[in-house]
């Protein structure tokens, strides 16, 4: 059997908000699960003799969320900021200030890091802009040299 869904008509839409909320007593489909064909269920009474069978459609329908969440531990920025709540570790006051006055330092020395880096990387451009222009006088006394020798050779051959 094929799947049997309306498809849904976009050109009124304003907004995916209508398509998503609005429209869901529309029979338009919401969740992975609606996507699923009825289930065609045979029963037959045991308390019977003959084997006469009924055919049942059972339809399912999500009634709430497939999982729960909880909040373990909140961080200030992403993956290494301060620790402001976590559900199995409780700090004391000194233990906070601690963390805190360490937090600190390492941010410090971060950014004594970062500004050497920077350093490092100006010196090392101009140091290749200083290579490249030596490089480049160079072939231009070359090719100076080049056109003196051809233009003394060309004079001797006019003489």
Do not use: C, W
Request: charged fraction near 40%.
């Amino acid at each position: 059997p094929l799947l049997k869904f309306k498809i849904p008509n976009l050109r009124k839409a304003t907004d995916i908000s209508e398509l998503v909320l609005g429209e869901i007593a529309s029979g338009y489909a919401t969740s992975d699960s609606e996507f699923e064909d009825d289930n065609v269920v045979t029963i037959q009474d045991p308390r019977s003799r003959n084997k006469n069978t009924s055919q049942n459609i059972i339809r399912l329908s999500e009634i709430g969320p497939r999982m729960s969440l909880q909040l373990l531990k909140v961080e200030e920025g992403i993956f290494g900021g301060e620790v402001q709540y976590h559900k199995f570790h409780k700090k004391s006051k000194e233990e906070i200030r601690e963390l805190r006055k360490k937090h600190e330092e390492t941010a410090i020395l971060k950014k004594q890091r970062r500004e050497i880096q920077e350093e490092n990387v100006k010196r090392k451009r101009e140091e290749a802009e200083k290579k490249k222009l030596a490089k480049d006088k160079k072939k231009q006394r070359l090719e100076r040299q080049h056109n003196e020798m051809i233009a003394t050779a060309e004079a001797k051959i006019d003489d």
